[in-house]
């Protein structure tokens, strides 16, 4: 089969998108498919499985994010060439954020009747938005923390905003990027002191924030991949918190797969999961978020559509765990995408 694998893109996380696509391009060979990368925002650049896109370092520090204000019809226009010159079966997007993630991309991909993998622009965009993705969660029992948005036009207002969180939740607080990934503009704000700086880093990034209560908890996530829940991942920082740089830099975080938790919360957990990926419509393979507290509570945060796919990422990881090599998980992927929509 030829797979054309889409990587990079636009958002602060295009960096990650290149090492992704490298890794589940060579993946999608191992497993005897032909596969090339294309980046949207570097029209006319097929590549193939063996061309690298990623440096060999990710680095501690995100790119900024390649904001368009104008119009711009040659990332379109390549990308329908590029998919003329590859002439895929199936599409493999694996664009972390922005447009490629937001239920952009997939839309387009549906009008031009190309088949992809993964959620469709329905449930893309739906969890994308943290807030909505957050109510639906809040409304079928799924815990979540108490918080609200700010808009990014209220941001000068930081006194409403403050009063907003003390009549809310009160202080501490986690600010984020609405539709941000990779903790990418994280910050926790422990005083209204704070809030300045944690809303300008939001703003640069032309997004509205998302400001939550503080949940203290260990980091958990859940892989789910044709429906199914997968063995949790307990991430461990060896230095503050799950950030960009201990993310995508080696020995920076301890990852512990299956997650030492009592083996009934691993369960509720998962259920939990495979609920907020049916709620919002997922498809193929997703990864959901989790933090965990001494007494046993925990709540979501957050459904990834196209959630991390490098040597070190959470869903090979999980995978691993379950005895699927990488290249296998490439071939549930594509399928449960033939599978469950037909498409080639």
């Known amino acids: ?44 650049a097929l ?4 061309d690298l896109m990623a440096p060999p370092e ?40 922005g447009r490629g ?42 815990p979540v923390a108490a918080g609200f948005v700010a808009d990014r036009k209220t941001f000068r207002d930081v006194a409403a905003i403050r009063n ?20 990418v503009g994280l910050t926790k704000v422990y005083e209204p002191d704070g809030l300045v700086g944690a809303l300008r880093e939001i703003g640069e990034q032309h997004d509205d924030a998302l400001i939550e209560a503080l949940f203290d908890g260990r980091e958990l996530t859940v892989a789910v991949v044709d429906g199914a829940a997968y063995p949790i991942v307990e991430i461990r920082p060896k230095i503050g918190f799950y950030d960009y740089a201990n993310k995508y830099n080696v020995g920076r975080t301890e990852y512990l797969c299956p997650a030492p938790i009592p083996s009934d919360t691993a369960l509720r957990m998962q259920t939990q999961a495979v ?31 196209l959630p991390g796919m490098t040597h070190h990422s959470l869903v090979p990881k999980a995978a691993r765990a379950r005895g699927e090599e990488p290249p296998g998980l490439m071939q549930k992927i594509l399928d449960s995408a033939a599978r469950a929509r037909n498409r080639f």
């Open 275 to 305: 609920e907020a990926y049916r709620i919002l419509g997922c498809a193929d393979f997703a990864r959901v978020d989790f933090l965990l507290n001494g007494a046993g509570e925990f709540i979501c945060l957050e459904v990834n559509t």
């Open 58 to 97: 990710i680095g501690v520090a995100a790119p900024p994010t390649a904001w368009r204000n104008g119009y711009d019809p040659r990332t379109v226009r390549g990308l329908l060439q590029a998919m003329d010159a590859a002439k895929p079966d199936i599409v493999f997007p694996i664009l972390h954020g």
């Open 101 to 142: 993630e937001d239920g952009t991309l997939q839309a387009l991909l549906d009008w031009v009747g190309m088949p992809y993998t993964g959620s469709g622009a329905s449930a893309c965009k739906l969890a994308m938005n943290k807030h909505q993705s957050r109510m639906m969660f809040q409304a079928a029992g799924i």
């Open 1 to 44: 089969m030829n797979v054309l694998v889409l990587c990079g893109g636009e958002s602060a996380e295009r960096v990650v998108s290149w090492a992704s696509g490298d890794a589940v391009a060579a993946w999608l060979e191992q497993a005897g498919h032909h596969a090339m990368k294309y980046d949207p925002e570097k029209p006319g």
């Open 47 to 50: 590549r193939t499985a063996a």
């Open 164 to 183: 907003e969180i003390e009549r809310l939740c009160g202080f501490p607080v986690v600010v984020k990027p609405l539709c941000g990934g990779s903790t």
